[in-house]
């Protein structure tokens, strides 16, 4: 299954049609909000972008669908089909305290790859981020006790189970239940 929105496949076959193929790099940052006053955050997440980006392909049932919306051209479809991500990642350490407007992760990438992986790369951080930074938090005024991370009884998923434990872990918990 595919993780994208529909607009990054709009814009990717937009720059494709236009020979739109030049290195591009984005920067992934916390945005500063004046009403959210969080003074730091623990930066986490990496894992899961890499491991997704890693594992991008259209399949044929893929292509399939998105030729049935009736949005893309033949030509743009069999440049999915053999699509990777081949660009680089650089990023800061996972367990790092972070500020709003810090560049954390930086993707260089041919235009339309870079494009690809936007909302990947957000939702690939954003509940880790806050696992992890409202971990640090407890710990923080926790005078020293042990912490342990008790979320699988209650989560959304056994993905988010296991993304809130290792964010709980990277922040300084000794153990999950």
């Known amino acids: 299954m595919l993780f994208v929105d529909l607009y990054e496949l709009t814009m990717m ?19 500063y909000r004046e009403n959210i006053p969080r003074r730091f955050y623990v930066f986490c997440g990496l894992e899961y972008l890499l491991e997704s980006i890693e594992n991008i392909r259209f399949s044929k049932e893929d292509i399939e669908y998105l030729k049935g919306l009736g949005l893309f051209k033949k030509e743009f479809l ?18 790092r305290i972070v ?13 339309p ?6 909302t990947l790369l957000i939702n690939s951080f954003q509940f880790p981020i806050l696992s992890a930074t409202k971990s640090a938090r407890c710990l923080a005024v926790s ?5 342990v991370e008790f979320g699988a009884r209650r989560a ?17 918990f000794s153990g999950t239940s």
Not at 78 to 94: A, K
């Open 99 to 111: 500020f709003p407007e810090e560049p954390l992760v930086e993707v260089c990438a041919a235009l």
């Open 143 to 147: 005078q020293g006790k042990t912490l």
């Open 156 to 172: 959304h998923s056994t993905l988010s189970a296991e993304i809130a434990a290792r964010s709980a872990y990277i922040a300084g």
């Open 113 to 118: 790859e870079a494009q690809f992986i936007e």
């Open 13 to 31: 076959q937009s720059y494709f049609l236009a020979g739109e193929n030049k290195e591009a790099v984005f920067d992934f940052y916390i945005r």
């Open 78 to 95: 069999e440049y999915l089909g053999d699509f990777r991500f081949r660009g680089s990642i650089y990023s800061i350490d996972e367990g």
